[in-house]
């Protein structure tokens, strides 16, 4: 039997890439015309990147085209291409980033994605060149809370690698997988799926540089929270808690992931959200709704330092859900309660960074 090129591109031409579900060659994906040398085939495919989802499937499909339109004793070798330069390795990850901060919470509705968008608002105020990452993939809240829901990032060559260029808003560069989903529909996926998208807003974006990048993590400890300890050197944790002993007790779990001796992330300290009510009519007054003084504490018998606390302010509720975080205003009493926090946070980094080794990449095994 005598292999012709053409032959080969009829076969690959039956081929459906999901990514543009269009056929390998319309796709225009065959890089070079395929070489023969008798019985062997060589076939240069080019796909947008080295994390392209569907490489393995369509690498597969191609190779059982040509066997089954050409000939099943052609031998078959697919070399693979990339119009992008492939991601970097873990350990070469965000090297214009000096301190990467995690906001982490045991329990959901303590105010942690709050406190996280006040904090790096409040970062930005002081001077600092600030990146916030949601990482909440199942329940994104920060394109409202920074009032940019219909914000769509777009892609920007940098050094010959298509990376996401962060939405900006209130000086803090930002990305959240809300600007990818629609915000009604439910995000259906399993661990690995959402570990992949974190880790592309994580390496496949354009951060450049940075003085703090605040991670918004979920509630818990999941598959999340690993595959952040997998892919970043984080330099902290910051745990959020109301004074509740129910929220508290979950403090302690977030605490000892960190702690843990395959972790060994510094506790930055703790926050305590909701530490009071004051109502708007009667500011000097204190309401202690959730306990008294719960994660003071608890950080005296943790020995991690307190941050802040903030007290519970219908304001801070009114300006998340506006868009209008209360840190843009340093004027009010929440608004200074938040740079206040964000100047500890930037004494302990400075503290942590003088004293302690920088934080290693938990290795997979």
Known sequence: MTLYPQLIMDALATVTYAGTKKNLVESGMVADTPSIDGMHVRVVLEFPRDTDPFLRSTVKAA????????????????????KSKPRPEVEKLLPGVKNIVAVSSGKG???????????????SRLGYSVGLLDCDIFGPSIPKMLHTEDARPYAVNVDGRDLIEPIEQYGVKMLSIGFFVAPETATLWRGGMASNALKQLIADADWGELDYLILDTPP???????TLLQTLAITGAVIVSTPQQVAL?????????????????????LVENMAWFTPAELPENRYYIFGREGCKQLAEAMQIPLLAQIPLVKSICDNGDAGTPA????????????INLAQAVVTVV????????????VKTK
């Open 327 to 338: 840190a843009l205003n340093a004027e009010t009493m929440t608004g200074q309660a938040f």
């Open 109 to 123: 509705g303590v105010g942690k994605s709050t406190v996280a968008v006040n904090l790096a608002i409040a970062l």
């Open 220 to 226: 818990g400890t999941s598959d999340i929270h690993l």
């Open 63 to 82: 190779e059982a085209a040509i066997h089954y339109h050409v000939s099943k004793d052609v031998e078959v070798q697919i070399v693979t291409e990339f």
């Open 249 to 269: 007790a979950d403090a302690r779990k977030g605490i000892d992931m960190y702690r843990n001796d395959k972790v060994n992330v510094p506790i930055l300290g």
């Open 350 to 361: 400075n503290r942590r960074n003088r004293e302690q080794p920088k934080t290693k990449i």
